[in-house]
């Protein structure tokens, strides 16, 4: 796990939350936003990009309607919205 999820994780061996789920998937859309920018012609990660970004953006929507604060702390935390 990342430096960004264990700030957000609520205990030592939290993995399955959404705030976890959310900077995994963060770092996972960062690491492939990299690797299509090398490789324009890889579909099959760009489809797996698309698919990580929905998932987030899933997850967030969740997010917002059942913990606000929980909500602002991952934005804040993880740099998504300005």
Request: a positive charge.
């Amino acid at each position: 796990m990342n430096k960004k999820a264990q700030e957000l994780a609520m205990h030592d061996k939290d993995t399955g939350s959404s705030e976890i789920q959310i900077a995994l998937l963060t770092e996972k859309i960062e690491t492939l936003s990299k690797h299509i920018k090398q490789f324009k012609k890889d579909k099959h990660s760009s489809v797996g990009l698309l698919r990580a970004v929905n998932r987030r953006k899933k997850l967030l929507e969740y997010l917002k309607n059942t913990k606000m604060n929980s909500y602002k702390n991952v934005l804040s935390k993880l740099g998504l919205r300005k």
